[in-house]
């Protein structure tokens, strides 16, 4: 049982581990194509786009949808600033061209408490994990 905790394969196996599940949970998908606003307001007027998704942010509208022709996992993602005037251009596209899929998200600020946790808990798992590592160490050598 000491050669299996000495042996570097055990560690390798043990980071290798952790490497994947980080891989795992990280797992992102891009959007397949990033508009600017002036592409989306463009696209908006001439009725290509068939779903939205508006998500507020503090200075700035992120959106995301289909346009015509898109398959099922393909979307757009855009940002316009957060004004009056974007939001007039976009209501009124969207009442021309009758489209009525459109999901709002308002803006949700995390508190200060889950900020700080989330920020923190990695270093504290690396500590915990480095000091199990340094224990087994002390414990093998006697």
């Known amino acids: ?14 980071f290798l581990v952790i490497l994947g599940v980080v891989l795992v949970f990280n797992n992102d998908e891009e959007p397949t194509e990033k508009l600017t606003a002036d592409d989306f307001f463009t696209t908006l007027a001439d009725g290509k786009v068939t779903f939205r998704e508006v998500e507020q942010r503090k200075s700035v509208i992120e959106i995301s949808g289909r346009l015509a022709g898109y398959e099922k996992d393909q979307y757009f993602v ?3 600033p957060n004004s009056e005037t974007s939001l007039d251009r976009m209501n009124n596209a969207a009442e021309e061209h ?5 999901e709002f998200t308002p803006y949700k600020e995390a508190s200060g408490w889950v900020t700080l946790f989330t920020t923190t808990m990695p270093f504290i798992i690396l500590s915990i994990l480095f000091l ?3 224990l087994f160490r002390v414990i093998i050598k006697r």
């Open 98 to 102: 009758d489209i009525e899929k459109m």
């Open 78 to 80: 855009a940002s316009v």
């Open 1 to 14: 049982m000491k050669q299996i905790f000495r042996s570097k394969i055990f560690y390798l196996i043990i």
């Open 132 to 134: 199990g590592l340094l």
